[in-house]
């Protein structure tokens, strides 16, 4: 008896690496526009595009952790508390400079916290993350003291870092570029950012090649906290209040674009461009879906979906591969 | 059906074809009961695509299966084990944490009412492990084990499922010597007392003709030669695969013999390693050789800094030298070939170039910065100087052929600046024609690059055919130096085995 014959796909279509995010990007901009009118509106656009940044950051420090094949849970936390210390510390009269700095260097802490107990005491860093992710959590509510912090009347320049417009466009748009074009560079034309592609496929290979490989992890947490921290500020900035309940969730935003964008949730594989490509293709649905009148909680299944189906799709990637 | 004259396995006309590549031809392949063949060629010659097929991982295009004379229609991974085969694959697929009755019975624990019957897989496990002369404990956890343990541990549950086909997939190339002589006499045991069909697949020639009783080589995707192993020498077996003449199997040098540049002057480490001293010079290839154990690996690894040292010292190019990451082992001039390639070696989703250039970021950066002419020079200088058979530097690592993996580590060490190699089981899993273009590149180094090598290897006739001088080990020590050329095999082993 013959045996069944599997029929083999005529030589695949030859797209350029990550071209299906681009593809699926477009579709999803032609569907939104027939699905709502205002979806081209500019005013709705350049309102998706602030999204895309705010979100956009987070998954482009979600990228460098993922690249070097750790995830990071306490990014949502680490969001809520840089807000609510810059506003109290605006509360307190502090000059902008300062409150900015502070917030950051609190949130790359938090960050370096994670990165000692992942590199050095060699906690998995599922778990290590959900700790500070907690202890975190604890601290924003500790300096809120449970409520809304009000960062008073002399924060209103502060406000136009998110907020505001420069060239009609939002200002955070401007910062969200800054980081992607400093992390594309960073990771594409240095010997750290290449430390992080090696550490991220083997890391034994690394370590034999002489690649620092405590110093790469440590910094990727650092790196994915600060850019937590400032994601947190342009928040507070927008929002006008530190609310020590905001950013739940944002962790799985942040893993959720950065797996849409190509990274690999095993280490090594994935780009700031894919990145920047993820941020938009959530900002689109989540935009959409609001135009046309879905409920949050609705709202809420499609993303969970998302998630799935996004590590679905790289799990059938990597298969081929 | 006379069961007793069909053969256990037929294969008959097999194709496969994937895209781009016809990777089997209409081979035919039958093995009687109680027969060992031998199934060898150069890698990419169709090997492992035949053993998916028989496993029931890949459908053929077109071709029959027949197992015990009974055609197979839709063969998939659990109807072929049904059916009485088992495949023991190099990687072994264990669960290293459960015990050794758990993987032995994974899957199919007997059971009293909803309960596992432990006292039943414990005894059961015992009495196939009696049966088949192995001594391992039933309730040791498989991590534990040695590797040539553990395919014992395989075999026994091939023996549960009453496997009356077994394909060994290059059993030897993770197993030393004695073990591998271990794993021959039960093979045989089994197939000539129990009636046991095996399929042997393996890289060894010298194995092929101590083991088999019938050969069938595959080139290119077809089955060139289906005979006795009796009837053939090695070297026609070589001429078969490669489909030439290999002339001789090490390459002839001179070898100009300089300083010493490394000496280790009772080098211990934390667990095996014990006073082990030896001397390397310029120019020089020298082996160490031992059984899997007796501490080669491990006195590599701790003069190039990646295992910590307990004791003893080092002199590098004369001057002590206190090497303790692998970082500083590479500074200093030295170069680590892993022993295992795929998961201390390569980056295999990366480029070739990635991992050319891998341990020499700085040399290709300007401030931090990478600079992509610097690194293009470097990468084609050593595509083209340890001749890497790659489409371009760009794709990825893993889908080269095994050699051409192991050259683009050689080229890593080299753009490193390495001065001292030390190569772990250099030509591991690699096929004969490769091997030999490995011998001729370590050849090179040393004579024209006066690159000092030592080259731990499990494989004597290599250390014997290829180095200047050797030393063997056995437990940790260091226990004789010998010229190769003033030896032999009957002398090495005397030292390395227990006296």
């Known amino acids: ?321 | 059906m006379t069961t007793g004259q069909t053969p256990a396995l037929r294969l008959q006309e097999i194709s496969k074809s994937f895209p781009g590549v016809q990777a089997l031809s209409d081979v035919s392949l039958t093995v009687e009961r109680g027969e060992i063949r031998a199934l060898v060629g150069e890698n990419g010659a169709g090997k492992s695509t035949l053993i998916k097929i028989l496993s029931g991982a890949y459908i053929a295009d077109a071709g029959h299966i027949e197992l015990f004379g009974e055609a197979v229609a839709h063969p998939t991974p659990a109807g072929m084990i049904a059916k009485g085969l088992a495949v023991i694959y190099q990687e072994l697929a264990q669960a290293p944490h459960l015990t050794v009755a758990e993987n032995i019975f994974l899957g199919q624990l007997p059971r009293r009412g909803l309960r596992i019957d432990w006292a039943t897989a414990r005894a059961e496990s015992r009495r196939v492990m009696d049966r088949l002369g192995f001594d391992i404990d039933p309730a040791a956890r498989v991590q534990d084990l040695s590797v040539a343990k553990r395919q014992m541990v395989e075999i026994a549950k091939a023996m549960v499922r009453d496997a009356r086909i077994i394909v060994l997939d290059e059993p030897s190339a993770v197993l030393a010597q004695a073990e591998i002589d271990q794993l021959f006499a039960i093979v045989r045991q089994l197939a000539r007392e129990h009636g046991v069909a095996f399929v042997y697949i393996s890289h060894r020639l010298g194995e092929v003709f101590a083991l088999s009783d019938t050969v069938t080589v595959l080139r290119d995707g077809k089955a060139v030669h289906d005979g006795r192993s009796a009837d053939l020498d090695p070297r026609a077996l070589i001429r078969l695969m490669v489909g030439r003449e290999m002339g001789d199997v090490y390459p002839r040098r001179t070898p100009r013999i300089g300083e010493v540049v490394l000496q280790t002057d009772r080098l211990s480490d934390r667990d095996l390693l014990r006073d082990a001293s030896i001397t390397l010079r310029k120019g020089e290839i020298v082996g160490l050789f031992g059984l899997s154990g007796a501490g080669r690996s491990e006195l590599l690894r701790t003069v190039f800094g990646a295992a910590s040292r307990s004791g003893g010292g080092v002199q590098l190019f004369g001057a002590p030298a206190d090497v303790r990451t692998p970082r500083q082992g590479i500074a200093s001039g030295l170069g680590l070939l892993p022993e295992d390639r795929k998961t201390q070696g390569l980056f295999l989703i990366q480029s070739v170039g990635f991992n050319i250039v891998a341990a020499s970021l700085r040399r290709i950066a300007l401030r931090g910065f990478i600079s992509p002419e610097r690194e293009r020079a470097a990468v084609n200088e050593q595509i083209q100087q340890l001749r890497v058979k790659t489409p371009s530097a760009e794709v990825q690592v893993q889908g080269l052929s095994g050699g051409n993996q192991q050259k683009c580590l050689f080229a890593r060490q080299v753009a490193a600046g390495c001065r001292v190699l030390l190569a772990d089981e250099p030509t591991r899993g690699v096929d004969v024609g490769a091997k030999r273009e490995i011998y001729d590149l370590l050849v090179e180094l040393a004579s024209t690059r006066d690159l000092a090598v030592l080259m731990a290897s499990s494989e004597l006739p290599e250390v014997l055919g290829l180095c200047d001088r050797l030393y063997v080990m056995r437990e940790g020590r260091v226990v004789k130096e010998l010229g190769a050329r003033q030896t032999s095999e009957e002398e090495v082993m005397s030292y390395a085995a227990l006296h």
């Not at chain 1, 006008?240 to 309940?245: E, I, L, Q």
Request: aromatic share 8%.
């Open chain 1, 1 to 321: 008896m013959r045996l069944s014959t599997e029929h083999v796909l005529p030589s695949k279509l030859s797209l350029p690496r990550g071209a299906g995010l681009w593809i699926a990007l477009l579709i999803l901009a032609i569907a939104s526009s027939l699905v709502s009118p205002h979806f081209l509106n500019p005013a709705n656009l350049l309102n998706v595009l602030r999204q895309v940044a705010l979100y956009g950051i987070l998954g482009v420090g979600m990228t460098f952790v993922i690249l070097a094949r750790w995830i990071d849970l306490s990014v949502g936390s680490v969001v809520a508390f840089s807000g609510v210390l810059g506003a109290r510390l605006l509360q307190l009269g502090y000059p902008i400079p300062t409150v900015v700095a502070c917030s950051l260097a609190v949130g790359s802490l938090i960050g370096a916290f994670n990165g000692l107990g992942v590199s050095i005491w060699h906690v998995p860093a599922f778990i290590m993350t959900l700790g500070t992710m907690v202890m975190t959590r604890g601290f924003d509510l500790m300096v809120a003291r449970g409520g809304p912090v009000d960062p008073g009347p002399a924060a209103e320049r502060f406000f136009w870092l998110g907020g505001g417009y420069l060239l009609r466009v939002p200002t955070p748009i401007y910062v969200f570029a800054a980081v992607c074009l400093v992390s594309h560079v960073v990771l594409s034309h240095t010997t750290f950012g290449r430390t992080i592609y090696a550490v991220g496929s083997n890391e034994e290979a690394a370590r034999l090649s002489g690649i620092n490989i405590a110093f790469t992890n440590f910094s990727v947490f650092v790196i994915g906290s600060f850019l937590a921290a400032l994601s947190g500020l342009i928040f507070l900035s927008r929002l006008s209040v530190g609310d020590p309940n905001s950013g739940n969730g944002l962790e799985l935003e942040a893993i959720t674009i950065a797996v849409i964008g190509g990274t690999s949730l095993s280490g090594g594989e994935g780009s700031v461009v894919g990145a920047v490509g993820g941020a938009m293709i959530l900002a689109i649905i989540a935009n959409v879906l609001n135009l046309a009148g879905v409920t949050t909680f609705s709202q809420q299944v499609v993303k969970g979906a998302i998630i799935i189906l996004a590590v679905l799709l790289e799990a059938a990637r990597s298969r081929r591969a």
